[in-house]
C-alpha cells in the first residue's frame, strides 16, 4: 500500500523541485522528470486544497441555518 504523504510534504516535495529546477544543474531528462513529479504534486495539493474548501463551506452552510 502507498505511503500518504501530508499536504505539507508535498508542498516541501514541490519546492525542492522548484528550488532544483531554478539551479539549472540537471540534465534535461532529469529536469523533465522532475518537472513531471512537480506537475503530479500540484495537482495532488489542488485536489486536497478543493476537497479542504468543500468542507468549510459545507460548515459555514451548516452554521447558517
Not at 23 to 35: H, I, K, M
Not at 46 to 59: I, M, S
Request: contains cysteine; aromatic residues 4%.
Amino acid at each position: 500500500m502507498p505511503q500518504k504523504h501530508s499536504f505539507e510534504d508535498k508542498l516541501s516535495a514541490l519546492e525542492s523541485i522548484v528550488l532544483s529546477l531554478e539551479e539549472g544543474s540537471q540534465t534535461l531528462d532529469e529536469a523533465l522528470s522532475s518537472f513531471e513529479d512537480g506537475i503530479k504534486l500540484v495537482k495532488d495539493c489542488k485536489k486536497e486544497l478543493t476537497e479542504a474548501n468543500k468542507k468549510v463551506d459545507k460548515l459555514f452552510d451548516s452554521e447558517s441555518k
